[in-house]
């Protein structure tokens, strides 16, 4: 155990993080995306940018895997779709902010549509694991 953290550390002190990022953003898109399902499902499902999120949560897993599996997987398939979930998610904080600003109240009535409203920085994760992935492609390998 103490050897596999002592490699562990060595790869991040060298900037080889590839397989870690690629596998991060492997297996932080499904519970992220079922979560994306459950919020979208409250709101019916409204706008058709809804089910963006959910589309591409299987294609980022599957890129993840792949770029976990294949250094030319990380360097290819994975930041073009990880390009695009972190695109949904600019395009979710645009969306979510015009929902509350299209409330009765918008944003003068900040205490019911912040909390009663789509939740403005939520699509910030789609940024961030689109980010772990076009990161991967950025950085080494592990040894």
């Known amino acids: 155990m103490v050897g596999l953290i002592r490699s562990v550390v060595r790869n991040l002190r ?3 993080m590839q ?44 890129a993840g895997v792949a770029g976990f599996a294949s250094e030319r997987a990380a360097r290819t ?16 904080v645009w969306t979510h902010v015009r929902g509350v600003q299209k409330r009765p109240g918008g944003f003068g009535e900040p ?11 939520a699509p910030g994760s789609l940024c961030l694991v689109g980010a772990m992935g076009i990161v991967a492609a950025i950085v080494k390998r592990e040894r």
């Not at 398939?77 to 979710?92: F, K, N, T």
């Not at 205490?111 to 920085?121: E, I, K, W």
């Open 77 to 92: 398939v994975l930041p073009a779709v990880s390009a695009l979930y972190m695109l949904d998610g600019l395009v979710g």
């Open 19 to 62: 397989k870690l990022l690629a596998a991060s953003a492997a297996f932080s898109a499904p519970p992220l995306g079922f979560e994306i399902y459950l919020e979208h499902y409250k709101g019916s499902f409204g706008d058709k940018w809804m089910w963006t999120p959910i589309w591409l949560t299987p294609a980022v897993t599957a």
């Open 14 to 16: 060298d900037g080889r």
């Open 111 to 121: 205490t019911y549509n912040l909390v009663m409203g789509p939740p403005l920085l």
